[in-house]
């Protein structure tokens, strides 16, 4: 029976100390799964996965980002922060304190979303740091695209919604859904999942200004071929995403950064698109399929 362990530890901000969450295996483990969550969301979200791994054997982390979940200390801090790096070195140093106890084992870090981002950069800046990265429901805009968000971004006050910004990103993905039954009808077909995250406080809240300022700062970071190519090539990178998820345009996106990932030289990338999958895979109605190719995947790649 897999049992969870919650506790804090310093951010790389100095200023927040980061919620995080241990799942672990009955018996001694053969294996980490370190999770990096969403945009609007928190590791906890996670919880059928993570035990889901955790039951096979694998050590699982995941903490809450800066400005989500239990790291943000009251609801005004809600999607908010200003430095990209910071999320990145919270990853690592979670990742630091995991291997203090278990030095030896396979460690595999799965990215869902801007989580995709953030450990794509993890990618350019800590190579060889991974056994293996999993990533979920990613995608890439075109650099002028990019470009012109974070252009948009810095104008104004950093903790204030951009509105603008906010209608062309986010508030744009239901679109595709039309005629939509919730204005969140893009994560996933599964109603039951659709409604808890509606009603759930720590998913309710719109991103500032200053966070997509940051993650368009690191959109286009990841978007760099010259950075790409200080990735580990020897790191096999496993994509998955559902063919109808905006976030990743309906899979060309996920093909295009996998195909990025080609070009740079690492050589074992692996695509994985589920038909008629919508951005939140782990969550989809046939999430037990994706649990069982990403348990797959991961075996198959234990050193």
């Known amino acids: 029976m897999a049992s969870r362990q919650e506790f804090t530890f310093p951010s790389s901000d100095g200023v927040h100390q980061v919620h995080a969450v241990l799942w672990h295996p009955e018996g001694e483990a053969r294996g980490v799964v370190q999770l990096v969550h969403g945009i609007c969301e928190y590791a906890l979200r996670y919880d059928p996965f993570a035990r889901f791994l955790a039951e096979r054997g694998f050590l699982v982390a995941g903490h809450d980002h800066l400005g989500h979940g239990l790291t943000a200390r009251e609801a005004s801090e809600y999607g908010y922060f200003d430095n990209w790096w910071d999320l990145v070195h919270d990853v690592r140093a979670l990742q630091c ?73 986010i ?39 200053g966070m997509n300022h940051a993650m368009m700062c690191g959109l286009q970071y990841v978007g760099s071929v010259d950075n790409l ?13 559902g063919d109808a998820d905006p976030v990743g345009a309906m899979g060309k ?29 782990l969550n989809e109605s046939n999430r037990e399929e994706v649990f069982d190719d990403v348990l797959s995947w991961v075996e198959g790649h234990m050193k």
């Open 97 to 169: 304190k995991v291997k203090e106890t278990a030095p030896e084992l396979p460690y595999f870090l799965l990215g869902h979303s801007m989580g995709s981002f953030v450990a794509r950069t993890f990618l350019i800046d800590y190579p060889g740091a991974l056994t293996g990265c999993i990533l979920s429901g990613t995608g890439q805009e075109p650099a002028v695209t990019v470009a012109l968000g974070k252009a948009l971004t810095g104008i104004g006050d950093p903790h204030k919604v951009n509105k603008l910004f906010y209608a062309l990103s």
């Open 171 to 209: 508030g744009a993905y239901n679109k595709k859904f039309k005629p939509s039954r919730t204005s969140a009808d893009w994560i996933c077909r599964d109603e039951a999942v659709v409604d808890a995250y509606l009603a759930d406080p720590l998913c309710n809240f719109k991103t500032t200004a």
């Open 229 to 241: 190519k200080r990735m580990d090539k020897s790191t096999p990178i496993y994509f998955f995403a």
């Open 253 to 281: 996106g996920v093909q295009k950064v996998a195909g990025w990932f080609r070009q740079a030289g690492v050589r074992d990338v692996t695509v994985k698109l589920y038909p008629g999958g919508r951005h939140e895979m």
